[in-house]
């Protein structure tokens, strides 16, 4: 079975920048999305942004459109989120998540496999 496995979150001051990646391995899907997710503590997951492999075509939530990039590497079989302008507020886990076929969602529910979370901090 796949796996999707998060890294590069961590502690950085407001206005820094983070890059997040996402690594997919074991999927055997012709087609599929991969979507970034936040859960801060007390709060409900929160969909960022996606982008399917197949031809990179892209969707972002207004809580982060200008801020936050994302990209993909099909040879290496992983997402980017750049993250820039980070605010107190972006502090949370952040998740990755693939949803299969050529679909653009950044619904929690409609993603089938998740990585275990990489933690985003940021505070002075």
């Known amino acids: 079975q796949g796996q999707l496995v998060e890294s590069g979150g961590g502690l950085v001051q407001p206005g820094g920048s983070l890059r997040l990646s996402c690594a997919a391995s074991?999927?055997?899907?012709?087609?599929?999305?991969i979507g970034w997710f936040r859960q801060a503590p007390g709060k409900e997951r929160e969909g960022l942004s996606c982008?399917?492999?197949?031809?990179?075509?892209?969707y972002y939530a207004d809580s982060v459109k200008g801020r936050f990039i994302v990209s993909r590497d099909n040879a290496r079989n992983t997402v980017y989120l750049q993250m820039n302008s980070l605010k107190p507020e972006d502090t949370a886990i952040y998740y990755c998540?693939?949803?299969?076929?050529?679909?653009?969602?950044?619904?929690?529910?409609?993603?089938?496999?998740w990585g275990q979370g990489t933690q985003v901090t940021v505070a002075s």
């Open positions: 998540a693939l949803i299969q076929g050529l679909v653009l969602s950044i619904t929690p529910e409609q993603h089938d496999y």
């Open positions: 074991g999927f055997t899907f012709d087609y599929y999305s």
């Open positions: 982008i399917t492999m197949s031809d990179g075509t892209t």
